[in-house]
């Protein structure tokens, strides 16, 4: 396969500090590299986005491979604070960079980004957008920003080389609203062999002891919801509440008003805290209501675990017969699904050995990989 030099925008950058689209652009981008391509990453250069944080430890930097230190191109441009802006302010800038680097192809992440299709297609620069879940549909959005993601999905529509969904949900979504066909790639989920990072000594918690929940902390992922359930349900393992929030500052403090010796908020980890909290879970909680693949969730599967989603067809595509699911509304049956899995060790060990087997047969890597590879030749063609 010919060489090709690749942009991914759209994202915080690398290595990843923040979600799902920071650990995807590293991962794939690792990957792409690998294969003789030539890939550059746009990073944002403001507080608490992607780069080397004070937790980036020196066993943790030593763990990576060589190619995610040295061999991808990091961009690194200004973003405006400000939830409205961080993102499409990056963006917009990335775009002009771009214009005059010759890419072969750009990967676009998130439908918000596409405003600036227009401007990179007059330039004659194929791009690929992965629109991620139907946004629009967050609770955290007002009027304008739900109007912005709405002109996202008919910008990507109209103006893409290739629309990219994570899931068939979100590819049927596009294909009954704006008639066009997306290419389906879902997201990966491979954990490095690894010695354990001591995050459990950290918080005092105890391997195959703890429940664990991974996710932003903003409305849409019911992070408070989960809470109250955990504490209906009574006496149990503690739980460990990781992630944090970037603009929901009044739902993280009433989050930890909840805090205590069972609650845990160790803030937002990665890298091999991250992954050691996942292996050693007795139970993970995926409460999202809105996106298609959700990372954390495929993960949490592909490190064996035994793994409770909420009940939405994105979920269930994800999930299969592997994951046991719960409503939050109208009515929340979680702490009845956390009870009923405490209570039965041969439930838990099958749904394990399930995930495992679904996360390998569906989610890895090196197939995610080799079909972004084969979409970024024929568009680039």
């Known amino acids: 396969m010919v060489s090709l030099k690749i942009a991914i925008a759209g994202t915080r950058g690398v290595p990843a500090r923040y979600g799902g689209f920071e650990t ?9 590299v690998a294969r003789g391509h030539e890939v550059a990453v746009y990073c944002r250069d403001t507080p608490g986005s992607a780069g080397v944080s004070p937790a980036d430890s020196a066993s943790e930097r030593a763990r990576r491979p060589r190619s995610q230190e040295h061999d991808i191109h990091r961009i690194v441009l200004p973003a405006l604070r400000h939830k409205y802006f961080e993102t499409v302010s990056h963006t917009f800038l990335s775009a002009l960079d771009a214009l005059r680097r010759d890419f072969d192809v750009i990967l676009l992440c998130n439908a918000a980004n596409a405003f600036v299709l227009p401007l990179l297609r007059a330039a004659r620069i194929p791009v690929a957008i992965n629109v991620d879940g139907i946004e629009r549909r967050r609770r955290k959005w007002n009027v304008l920003g739900k109007a912005v993601y709405a002109i996202g999905e008919s910008f990507s529509a109209l103006f893409a080389s290739s629309v990219v969904a994570d899931a068939d949900v979100i590819a049927d979504y596009y294909r009954g609203r704006y008639g066009i ?4 790639i879902p997201y990966g989920a491979e954990f490095p062999i690894e010695e354990d990072s ?27 919801e989960v809470v109250s359930a955990y504490e209906a349900v009574g006496e149990s393992p503690p739980l460990v509440m990781l992630g944090s929030a970037s603009y929901a500052r009044d739902l993280e403090a009433e ?9 845990l908020f160790p803030g937002a980890l990665f890298g091999a805290d991250y992954r050691t909290l996942q292996r050693h879970a007795l139970l993970y909680i995926q409460a999202t209501e809105v996106g298609g693949t959700h990372p954390a969730m495929i993960e ?5 675990g035994c793994v409770l989603a909420h009940d939405t067809p994105e979920n269930r595509e994800v999930g299969g017969d592997a994951v046991g699911y719960f409503k939050l ?4 049956t979680l702490s009845g699904t956390i009870r009923e899995c405490l209570d039965s060790p041969a439930r838990q060990a099958q749904m394990k ?18 079909a972004y590879e084969r979409l970024f030749s024929e568009i680039a063609r």
């Open 181 to 184: 066909d997306p290419v389906m």
């Open 255 to 263: 989050l930890h008003r909840h805090a205590s010796e069972r609650i």
């Open 353 to 370: 050995t399930a995930a495992r087997a679904r996360a390998a047969e569906k989610y890895g890597w090196t197939a995610v990989t080799d």
């Open 24 to 32: 995807f652009a590293a991962e794939l981008s690792m990957r792409l």
């Open 198 to 224: 001591d995050v459990l000594e950290r918080l005092g918690v105890q391997s195959g002891n703890y429940i664990l929940y991974v996710s932003r902390f903003e409305p849409e992922n019911n992070p408070l």
């Open 300 to 304: 949490a599967m592909g490190s064996g």
């Open 329 to 332: 509304r109208p009515s929340e």
